[in-house]
């Protein structure tokens, strides 16, 4: 059983690009947040970026009455190491592949979370929104009843995956302990990332593909079952999703807390 608190400390962590910050999604993306948070908590919010970039555009985020603390971190990841690209062309320049650019900024946040007091870090994108009031208040009961490192959501949408290896893996969007553990797996799957591209000659491997071939390896399948598919996340982020309703989803997944689906 999971040792319970009402008082676990949970960060939001938004992991997001200079971009998505000039364009204005960062601002509507919090915005749905901050909105209803708890009853009676607070949160801290870590935005995430890629690369230096002027923030005071979210200095307002301060002041909302749910917010405890605003935080902005900067990856800094170099322009030129930038890059995301589905070309397959294998091209092993990149350190972590033709995804550096998320990759990097995945694990260079986690780098940067480690050094943090809160229990559990809920890791969000722009194109994801709280499907509840009170979504604080539900992330905390889930954390008092199921015990995991990382509670994210597979593939749930309508377009059918090959079947490989990745079929099953957590998307990125995920509720994670802040615990050593959770950063051996972090050590572990950016290590075996690396191989992929360097070694097995891979164009590209992300992140959450990465962390997923690592719990399932010899070398890290003791946290397999640690890693677990939530019924409180739902993953239904390919393009062709973006019509299906909330009503429609919710039906099929009534316990939805936090929605992953571009608009």
Known sequence: MPLRSENWKIALVLITTKSELISGDVKECIDRYVES?????????????????????LDYI???????????????VPAEEDIYTHDDKVDVKHELGQSNGPNQSFYRTFDYLKSKSHDFVMVIETDSRPMSEYWLDGLVNYCNMKEFIIGGSRYKGKQKLP????????NGIALYKNCDELYDIMKGSKE???RYIHKKAYARLNYDIAIWYYVNSAEGDKYLSQVIDTNIIAN???PCDSGIS???IIAK???????????
């Not at 948070?37 to 555009?57: A, G, K, M, P, Y």
């Not at 997944?253 to 608009?263: F, G, R, S, V, Y």
């Open 37 to 57: 948070v708890s009853e009676n908590r607070l949160i801290d919010i870590i935005i995430s970026l890629n690369t230096d970039v002027d923030s005071s555009q």
């Open 62 to 76: 301060k002041s909302n009455k749910s917010v405890n603390s605003l935080d902005i971190h900067n990856c800094n």
């Open 236 to 238: 239904y982020s390919l």
């Open 163 to 170: 079947d490989s290896g990745w079929r099953y893996h957590l």
């Open 246 to 248: 909330e009503k429609d």
């Open 253 to 263: 997944h009534p316990n939805t807390i936090i929605l992953h689906q571009k608009t």
């Open 192 to 194: 075996l990332l690396y």
